[in-house]
Every structure is written in C-alpha cells, then in structure tokens.
C-alpha cells in the first residue's frame, strides 16, 4: 500500500517515471502476497484432510479389532 500511495504521489509530481515503477514493484508485492495467502489456504486445506484420514484409520482400526 505504501508503494502505491507513493506511486500515486509522484503521479501528481507529474514524475512518471517514478510513479511507473512504484507501481510496477506494488503489483508484484501484491502478487506475492496473493501468492502466499494462497499457499496458506492449501496448507490448511491439506493439513484438514490429513486430521481427517487420521480418525477415519482409528475409526476403521477400532471397528476391525471389536469385529475379530
């Protein structure tokens, strides 16, 4: 947010070249973090569906032992 205030700030300074590569550099920030929000959520969403099988196999080794 701070590139792109400043970005936004050299746009009114009429330099361009600066307010350009600010908000080059804001966009690829923002792409990272969209980047790492993302992994996050896969993370979670895996680490969910590994509780998941966990208590499906203690289910399952609980019911094979009452059936023998």
């Known amino acids: 947010r701070?590139?792109?205030m400043r970005a936004n700030k050299?746009?009114?300074a009429?330099?361009?070249k600066l307010a350009q590569d600010l908000a080059?550099?804001?966009s690829a920030d923002a792409q990272l973090a969209?980047?790492?929000a993302n992994s996050t959520k896969a993370t979670a969403?895996?680490?969910e569906l590994q509780q998941s099988i966990r208590v499906l196999r203690?289910?399952?080794n609980r019911n094979s032992t009452t059936t023998q």
Do not use: F, I, N, V
Request: net charge negative.
């Open 2 to 4: 701070e590139k792109m």
């Open 10 to 12: 050299a746009l009114e």
């Open 14 to 16: 009429k330099d361009y």
């Open 24 to 26: 080059a550099q804001a």
């Open 34 to 36: 969209q980047s790492k």
């Open 45 to 47: 969403a895996a680490d």
């Open 58 to 60: 203690e289910e399952l």
